[in-house]
């Protein structure tokens, strides 16, 4: 779950930023193969890109030069915005956070 927060969350900040951003096919391009596994190390790494990612994100908002309502550039007629697709990440984070819970409280490892 942690890893397909992160690959939507890139197509995002690529959509918004990138100049050759390409569309990415669903589900495979926003989903680790069905029997992906991983180490801590692979663990780390995902959460701290994720972690990265979301702060570029941050500091677009926060910058006053960027305008959050302006065209983005890979938009073309649909004239999506900047608020929009962070509405859209802040969504999705925490829908997906949502669902980490209540997987952790099944099976009882549950901390508040």
Do not use: C
């Amino acid at each position: 779950m942690v890893e397909h927060l992160r690959l939507a969350q890139k197509d995002i900040l690529d959509y918004i930023a990138s100049e050759q951003y390409r569309w990415p096919t669903f589900p495979e391009d926003y989903w680790p193969a069905a029997r992906a596994t991983t180490d801590l190390a692979g663990w780390n790494a995902s959460v701290k890109q994720f972690l990265a990612d979301r702060q570029e994100l941050v500091a677009l908002v926060q910058n006053p030069a960027v305008d959050l309502l302006a065209p983005l550039p890979n938009s073309g007629r649909h004239r999506h915005h900047l608020l929009r697709e962070i509405h859209i990440v802040a969504a999705h984070n925490a829908y997906h956070t949502g669902e980490l819970i209540g997987l952790r409280r099944v099976m009882g490892i549950w901390r508040p």
